[in-house]
């Protein structure tokens, strides 16, 4: 039973359905075959048996006629002569045959108890009443019609009499019968009907039973897919359809099961990609903020670290290399953090972007994070393999922390950590705490860009000199230009201190056409004494811009006489990439001036090496951050050779900055390096000592020194 029961169950909906409601079609012809079938009979059955019952009637009723028509016949025999009864006795006759024939059918068709008595009674009253008339004929006949008529009188007609009467009692007991025959048939009849109605009744609990089960098993299962569907629309995919079965009802639940699944999983798939570093594994920006949304902000502090020349790695080693350099960096952080915390120090470690990494700690003082700092510092010290080459990791920390602007949320610590990035780059240091510009400071950078214009009118912009040395013949081939300040007040301020507030705010151009002026006042100076010499400007990416550059340019260097062949421009690879569409004709038409490019801090910025060779850039001045300890490691005199090499392989010279040791110096000759600049050779000169310092280093003119082009 319970098997074919689950069989049912798992039947196709259609079929149960059309199952169900095809048996109640079938009940419902049932009943009206029934009932009209019924009907029918009923009404034949009643049709046959009051035919028959009024014959019986009118037999019984002729019965009482030929009686009396016997009755007269006899009463005509008594008074009439011979001849006369000659004619008679056949009627006589005949009438009492018609009774005799009667009474046999009567005894065929009688059954009803009553009626056969009352039959049996009518037969004896005829056979009496027969031989009554039987004795009057014969007295007729034996000529004594006077004891015929007496006997007749006293006999016959009595008899006749109880004859007729008992045949009136026959029809009265057949008239009863009859009755009774109705009453049956008015019952069989309610009967009848109460079967069609118990029928009926049955067909319609059928039809509610199977109206009720096709609710149940319709309705309800999709009700509750319903609310299943609404639980998953809102997130909730662990929400299944609890509908078992094999019909269509079960196999959409089964189908709505699998779609939450995929759901799920894309869902997961699509948080994977959202909040998931794919290179390192590890969380990303988005997931980053999401952690610290629920952390106090004031209990938080940030370790950004930015990969120092990721993009030379990239241009030079290739992108797979770089790929691999990031991954070995995100496994030594990581193993840094999982360490902190097994200590029960609580951190989260992510990378943001590039070369960018980040580490948010909880609940740690300036000095922990600093202790955590010098830690990774130990992990990455030692070189990374990557694609068969070495590598020297840098990393360029920013900290911060909310202890100078408490409540600030954990985005903002972010923004703060990368400010002090920047501040690292530009001051040159390895690391350092974000120090928010406080508004004395402030007030400080805006007095001083205030007194700029004044300070360059008034000649308080100094350009000090720092040599650059050839290193095939050892002698001075140029030298840079850097701005020193003498403020009044103030005494000598440093470029770090104005330089990049200048560019943030537009005001470089100051500094920038003070220093050519001064460059080519000594380039007019020189060229007496020193003509092979060159003075390099540094030029901001705002001057380049500037539509009047040119023309200024040139017109100074009319006005003092000053030959733009020894005129050199160092551009930081940042403000060539910036907006390279508007810098390249400004270039070209400086380039036809005779004035020539070098590329500085070359392999701090983003710089692609396509493009940078579709420029009109002759030197290539290597940051100093490659220079520094090259001689020690295997894997920076590497990197350090495969840079002068492309710097080769596009045409340029090739000067390396910051060199500080003699072991720099003599690597750097091996290696093909052009030129070197650097403490070494000098620091930056104040004008007055420039002069001396030539006639000491410089004692004859070089101008057909290897790098006197340069
Ligand atoms: P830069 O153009 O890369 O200049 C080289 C900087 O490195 C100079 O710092 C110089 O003093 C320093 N330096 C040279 N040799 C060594 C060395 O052996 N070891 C170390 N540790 N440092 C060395 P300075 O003069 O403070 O200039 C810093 C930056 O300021 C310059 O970097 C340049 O980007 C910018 N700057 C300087 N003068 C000007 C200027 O007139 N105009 C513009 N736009 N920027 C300038
Ligand atoms: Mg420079
Ligand atoms: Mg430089």
Do not use: E, K
């Given at each position: 039973m319970h098997k074919l029961l689950t069989r049912w169950r798992n039947r196709r909906l259609w079929v149960r359905l059309a199952l169900g409601f095809g048996a109640l079609v079938v009940m419902m012809v049932l009943v009206v075959v029934l009932a009209v079938t019924q009907f029918q009979s009923l009404a034949a059955a009643s049709e046959q048996s009051m035919g028959r019952d009024l014959q019986r009637m009118l037999r019984v009723q002729q019965v009482r006629h030929h009686a009396q028509g016997h009755g007269s016949a006899m009463a005509l025999l008594l008074t009439s002569p011979r001849i006369e009864r000659e004619r008679i006795y056949p009627a006589v006759d005949a009438e009492y045959a018609e009774i005799d024939r009667l009474l046999a059918e009567l005894a065929q068709e009688i059954s009803a108890p009553e009626s056969t008595r009352r039959l049996t009674d009518l037969t004896q009253r005829r056979t009496q009443y027969r031989e009554t008339f039987a004795e009057v004929v014969t007295l007729i006949e034996g000529g004594d019609p006077s004891s015929a008529s007496a006997m007749f009188f006293r006999l016959g007609q009595p008899a006749l009499l109880a004859l007729v009467e008992a045949s009136d009692a026959l029809l009265a007991s057949e008239q009863a019968a009859v009755a009774e025959n109705q009453r049956a048939l008015q019952s069989q009849i309610a009967r009848s009907e109460w079967q069609l109605a118990a029928l009926a009744l049955v067909a319609l609990l059928l039809a509610a039973l199977l109206a009720w089960r096709t609710t149940l098993r319709v309705a309800r299962p999709l009700r509750l897919a319903q609310l299943a569907a609404q639980k998953i629309a809102g997130g909730d995919y662990s929400a299944r359809v609890q509908v078992r079965g094999e019909d269509e009802i079960g196999k959409m639940a089964q189908a709505m099961n699998a779609m939450a699944q995929a759901v799920a999983s894309r869902e997961a798939d699509i948080e994977q990609l959202a909040y998931v570093d794919r290179l390192s594994g590890l969380p990303n920006r988005n997931m980053l903020r999401r952690l610290a949304r629920d952390l106090s902000p004031n209990r938080l502090s940030v370790i950004m670290m930015d990969v120092a020349r990721l993009r030379t790695v990239n241009e030079i080693l290739g992108f797979e290399a770089g790929d691999s350099l990031l991954t070995q960096i995100a496994q030594r952080l990581r193993s840094v953090v999982s360490s902190q915390l097994e200590q029960g120090r609580d951190q989260v470690l992510a990378r943001l972007a590039g070369g960018v990494f980040t580490i948010l700690c909880v609940e740690m003082d300036r000095e922990a994070v600093e202790r955590l700092r010098g830690r990774i510092e130990e992990v990455v010290a030692t070189p990374m393999v990557c694609n068969g080459h070495e590598v020297d990791v840098q990393l360029i920390y920013g900290l911060s922390d909310?202890?100078?602007?408490?409540?600030?949320?954990a985005t903002g610590l972010l923004l703060c950590a990368e400010l002090a990035i920047d501040e690292c780059k530009r001051l040159k240091r390895a690391w350092a705490w974000h120090v928010p510009l406080d508004d004395k400071l402030r007030a400080r950078q805006l007095s001083l860009l205030s007194s700029l214009r004044r300070a360059a009118g008034g000649g308080e912009l100094e350009m000090w000199l720092q040599p650059k040395q050839?290193?095939?013949?050892?002698?001075?081939s140029g030298m840079e230009g850097l701005v020193r300040w003498r403020h009044p007040e103030r005494g000598l301020i440093a470029p770090g201190e104005f330089i990049p507030f200048a560019e943030r705010t537009g005001h470089i151009g100051v500094v920038t056409r003070a220093m050519v002026e001064a460059a080519l006042i000594t380039l007019a100076r020189w060229s007496?004494?020193?003509?092979e010499l060159t003075v390099a400007v540094n030029v901001s990416t705002l001057d380049i811009r500037d539509a009047l550059f040119v023309d200024h340019v040139r017109a100074l260097a009319l006005r003092h006489k000053?030959?733009?062949?020894?005129l050199r421009f160092e551009i930081t690879e940042s403000s060539l990439m910036d907006d390279a569409e508007r810098v390249l004709p400004v270039l070209n038409a400086l380039r036809e001036l005779g004035i020539r490019f070098s590329i500085d801090d070359f392999g701090t910025g983003y710089s692609s090496l396509a493009y940078l060779?579709?420029?009109?850039?002759?030197e290539l001045k290597i940051d100093r951050s490659f220079v520094a300890g090259a001689d020690t490691t295997g894997a920076a005199e590497a990197l350090l050779r495969t840079i002068i090499d492309v710097g080769h392989s596009l045409g340029m010279a090739v000067t390396a900055e910051g060199v500080e040791t003699a072991g720099e110096l003599a690597l750097l000759a091996r290696l093909g390096c052009d030129q070197a600049q650097g403490y070494l050779i000098s620091r930056p000169l104040d004008p007055a000592m420039v002069q001396n310092f030539l006639l000491n280093r410089q004692p004859k003119q070089c101008a057909d020194a290897p790098c006197g082009g340069v």
């Open positions: 909310a202890t100078p602007a408490p409540g600030m949320d050839c290193l095939v013949s050892g002698h001075i007496d004494g020193f003509p000053a030959p733009l062949a020894q060779s579709r420029l009109p850039v002759s």
